[in-house]
């Protein structure tokens, strides 16, 4: 007994040492197990670590609202349940889950967006690299592109369209910086920008032909945008700028092969236009070309044609340091806003063309800057000659012989240019330039019906060198004479495009933020003493009229702009463009006194004055006058007691004897005589009011 005592004893002591271990691992056990829920408190309640900064937010997927995530959120995740609650509290802590991030924004359900319908039914999980990425770039894109749609994004993202059709202008078009006429229309005084001289007296009157009957002033002479982009060299990279997005635009976000494969075809396209400016010669001299084209390129004008001269001097026979001094000529001319150093341009631009081995892509590049800077020059004939070369040289080019219509129409030569324009549309029928340019020929030709599906069709099509004023101009004016009232839709069309200040003011050379209405009092005008002065010498004034009409009624000349559906109506011009017509003021002496008083009428470069006859039965059609820089007023002198009428917008009015009429020409007006005998009236155009002397005295004439 004592001794199992004993050994129970020992066996107690024995086990307490051999047995420590035992006891010993449960004991730490323990500890350990309370050490962690205590921790677990004090994370719970003493916010001792950020959950949601560690794992993601579970809350941006809580879909019920409940304030967990549990099998009712996955549920709904996986497109098996609505959602009963949608609202997702804004996180801006989160990166991981772009498609929480676009719901969050815009505090729609997760299921709006009609990217994530498509990804979201097959997996909760986050996007994958490859569209965190892409999505990054996608606004990006968006931004380099002006104007584009996100409505019309959201729906070819879901279904692909094809690319809708832009109105931009083609960044690679080889007509970009050619024609002198593609500025804006409110643009004033283009030329005399750089041209300080008077062109050639020849050249002017010349281009004036086409520039008149196509409601061209000189504002739109060569130069602007040849100015604004002196390089005729086209760069490679704004076309995959333009093209690029509405590639991707045009299949699902989530299938970034197909943008990658779209992009690289771009980038493939855009480096076979890349032109080759450099012969074998040239490549070897690259760097010091490269050098002197960077100062050039960075302004430093003066720096770029000594760097240019020096290479000339050097390598007589290199094309591209030969075209680079003339390009650098170009720009000094600019600068310096002198003739003699353009006419140097010109004349390095024809010696870079005429060297030997010069590449293809360089000799049209130089030829072409050299007949912009020679119609900018007013040199139209030389222009013409060099076009004409560069047809012979690349016949397959369709925008050259496009130019060489623009240099026929510019020299007044509309047969010329019909011809051009036939021959292009034999080959490329469905070419817009082409077509719009011909119906204004038919136009110019009365072939009014004739005129309107080229017109139509020109415009409709969007081809760069289309959209302008003048080509709505035209078209809605046919459509007017053949009774079709779709005119006002191109011209509300012309208007949204900037080409009108409205529908009714249709003037294409103006100056901005002049008053605009159409029917003026004596008072608003701030030129009652010319009124006062007209009519209390009304009757002088028609005494010395009727005189010119009695003694020789070959003074008044027919009406030569084709306005007239029917009638005759005949103008005897006293002053035009700001000068005297001839001697034709030997003939009413008294009334070129009176009005030699009046500056804001004879000095108005952009109107006239005239005596104005019309005859029983004449009407002529709705029209508009080419400028906003100028008032109409109509003095009474010999008017038939009914018959006559005047209507400008939507108000129609009549003449009287001894009373003046003011009214806007650049809005739309028509006129009737339906009397039994003629109406005589007397014209005279005054300066806008609002007018600075300053700008008086630099407006071009009109």
Known sequence: MERGQKEEEGGGGGGDAGGGPKYSWFTWFVVLALLGVWSSLAVVYFDIVDYDSVIGKLTAYDTDGDGDFDVEDAKVLLGLKEAGRAAVRDSPEETTAPQVLK?????????????????????????????????????????????????????????????????????????????????????????????EEPPPQESVVEAGQYLASSKL??????????????????????????????????VPESDGTAEKQAEEKLKEKAKKKKPKLFNKFDKTIKAEIDAAEKLRKKGKVEEALRAFETLVQKYPQSPRARYGKAQAEDDMAEKMRSNDMLQRAINTYREAAELPDVTPDLLKATLKRRAERQQFLGRMRGSLATLEKLVQLFPDDISL???????????????????????????????????????????????????????????????????????????????????????????????????????????????????????????????????????????????????????????????EENLREKGEWGQYTLWQQGRKVGNACEGVPKTCSLLEKYPEATGCKRGQIKFSVMQPGTHVWPHTGPTNCRLRMHLGLVIPKQGCKIRCTNQTREWEEGKVLIFDDSFEHEVWQDADSYRLIFIVDVWHPELTQYQRQTLSPI
């Open 103 to 195: 719901s969050e924004e815009t505090s729609e359900p997760v299921a709006e967006t009609p990217e994530l319908q498509e990804n979201e039914p097959t997996s909760p999980e986050p996007p994958t690299a490859e569209t965190v990425s892409e999505s990054d770039l996608r606004p990006a894109r968006d931004d380099e592109v002006s104007g584009s749609h996100d409505v019309e994004s959201e729906i070819q993202a879901a279904v692909p369209l094809p690319p809708a059709v832009e109105d931009d202008f083609v960044p690679d078009d080889p007509r970009g910086s050619v024609h002198p006429y593609e500025d804006e229309a409110n643009t004033i005084d283009t030329t005399g920008v750089l041209v």
């Open 217 to 250: 002033s000189q504002e739109a002479e060569p130069g602007v945008e040849a100015e604004k982009q002196p390089e005729p060299e086209p760069e490679p990279e704004p076309e995959p700028q333009t093209e690029t997005p509405k590639e991707a635009e045009s």
């Open 401 to 559: 012989k496009n130019d060489l219509g623009v240099a026929h129409l510019l020299l007044g030569d509309n047969k010329g240019a019909k011809k051009v324009y036939e021959e292009v549309l034999a080959v490329s029928p469905g070419n817009g330039f082409a077509k719009v340019h011909y119906g204004f020929i038919l136009k110019s030709e009365n072939k009014i019906a004739e005129s309107i599906p080229y017109l139509r069709e020109g415009l409709e099509s969007g081809e760069p060198g289309t959209d302008d004023g003048r080509f709505y101009f035209h078209l809605g004016d046919a459509l007017q004479r053949v009774g079709d009232n779709s005119a006002y839709d191109w011209y509300e069309l012309g208007h949204k495009r900037g080409h009108f200040a409205s529908v009714w003011q249709r003037s294409l050379y103006n100056v901005n933020g002049l008053k605009a209405q159409p029917w003026w009092t004596p008072k608003e005008t701030g030129y009652t003493d010319l009124v006062k002065t007209l009519e209390r010498n009304w009757k002088t004034i028609r005494d010395e009229a009727l005189a010119m009409m009695d003694q020789n009624t070959g003074v008044f000349i027919p009406e």
